[in-house]
């Protein structure tokens, strides 16, 4: 199978990235599945309904989340009635939505995305790992291809989830800090790992935001409005191979530029 997973895509920028450059990769590189993280989505943070269709139409089977899943109320009736958008299972019981999903569906499913949420420098959570735990319990022995996206701020606790998991999944892709990491990898019992697969949005930025606004909360250390930059943006992405049995057989780097 021919795995595509998409980075954090920022706003309408990130959305325009998409619309451009997916159809082309699905059909170049014969993608079977997409799945992308879209928690900024929605003019920068955040998530609603309208952007979560647009990129659902665009060819993406499965859209995740993150810290902003939550931002906008209109997306909770979403999270819970469409299976193909997920929010990070380690949210505390009675949270909106679920934290996995299975594709197609839970009648013939072969494919499962699961989602969490690190703890280290972010808001608290239950445990990722015991979570993930709980979850794989759960699934179903025809599915065979595991995919994990960890939204997550530290290295060090996406590295360890990825090991933590090894052998157990098909991949563990980090996303939340919109800068790709060269790191790609196959792990020693067959589980694909990026620390983060990056953005898709305004490449001239400061992690998708307008970089003045950026430089002038760090000087003056005062609150400041952060909008999605403009211009040029990047489609950033991790394509991954893996048998018949889930277990990853190669993975590269997607990185295009985008007018």
């Known amino acids: 199978m021919n795995i595509l997973a998409i980075g954090d895509v920022i706003g309408e920028a990130g959305r325009r990235a998409v619309r451009q450059v997916l159809p082309g990769v699905v059909r170049d590189w014969r993608i079977d599945f997409v799945f992308a993280n879209a928690e900024n989505a929605s003019g920068g943070i955040g998530l609603t309904p309208r952007e979560a269709k647009e990129l659902l139409d665009c060819g993406i089977h499965v859209l995740t989340g993150g810290n902003h899943t939550f931002r906008f109320r209109e997306i909770y009736g979403e999270l819970d009635t469409n299976p193909r958008i997920v929010r990070p299972a380690n949210y505390p019981s009675g949270a909106p939505g679920r934290g996995f999903v299975l594709f197609p569906d839970e009648i013939n499913p072969s494919v499962a995305v699961i989602n969490l949420i690190g703890r280290t420098f972010m808001e608290p959570t239950d445990c990722p790992f015991r979570r993930a735990d709980e979850i794989l319990t759960q699934l179903d022995d025809r599915v065979r291809v595991i995919l994990v996206d960890f939204h997550a701020e530290a290295t060090s606790e996406k590295q360890a989830l990825g090991w933590y998991l090894n052998g157990r999944v098909t991949a563990v892709v980090g996303t939340h800090t919109h800068v790709q ?79």
């Open 181 to 259: 990491t060269a790191d790609e990898r196959i792990l020693d019992k067959g589980t694909a790992y990026i620390t983060d697969v990056g953005m898709c949005g305004p490449i001239h930025s400061v992690l998708g935001v307008n970089a003045d606004c950026v430089i002038r909360r760090f000087v003056t250390q005062l609150p400041v409005r952060f909008e999605v930059a403009e211009g040029q943006s990047v489609f950033c992405a991790l394509h991954i191979e893996c048998d018949d049995f889930g277990r990853a057989t190669s993975v590269r780097r997607v990185s295009v530029i985008v007018d």
